[in-house]
């Protein structure tokens, strides 16, 4: 059994102040080094995220997992000729400046080889299916 000194070395004393942020980041670094497997804190949000990078091909797998802080989020990365399929992955809004775009608005990204992701009424979904179904809604990240 760990103490709650143990408990508190492991954890620290940080705050975070922006979850979906701090996961992009885990992805990113981990996709400059070439590993296979990221873990980051479990939130809906942030399971739904990546599972939108996973349908558009960015991610192999995506599953929950039971680790020692928790429940986590276990991505599986994609290589394609031992390069990473997320060359970058930019968050757009912030917990200190939110965007956000009608459906008319949503951007293109990267000439249609990226994707952005946006929060809508109806879930997080592609920009590409946003302006399908004609809705707007919080740009959250861009990828390519």
């Known amino acids: 059994m760990v103490s709650f000194l143990e408990l508190k070395k492991l954890v620290g004393n940080r705050m975070m102040t922006d979850p979906i942020s701090d996961m992009l980041t885990r992805i990113r670094n981990a996709s400059k080094v070439r590993k296979q497997i990221v873990d980051v804190p479990m ?10 990078l996973q349908n558009e091909g960015y991610l192999d797998a995506v ?3 039971d680790g020692l802080k928790g429940v986590n989020i276990r991505l599986r990365l994609k290589y394609e000729n031992n390069e990473p399929k997320i060359m970058v ?6 917990p200190g400046r939110r965007v956000y775009v009608q459906s008319t608005e949503l951007p293109t990204v990267r000439s249609g080889f990226g994707v952005a992701i946006v929060s809508t009424p109806n879930g997080l979904m592609t920009n590409v299916e946003a302006r399908k179904r004609r809705l707007g809604g919080e740009l959250i990240c861009e990828v390519y």
């Open 43 to 52: 939130s809906k949000m942030k399971f739904a995220l990546a599972k939108v």
């Open 89 to 94: 992955i930019n968050r757009i809004s912030r």
């Open 63 to 65: 599953e929950k997992v």
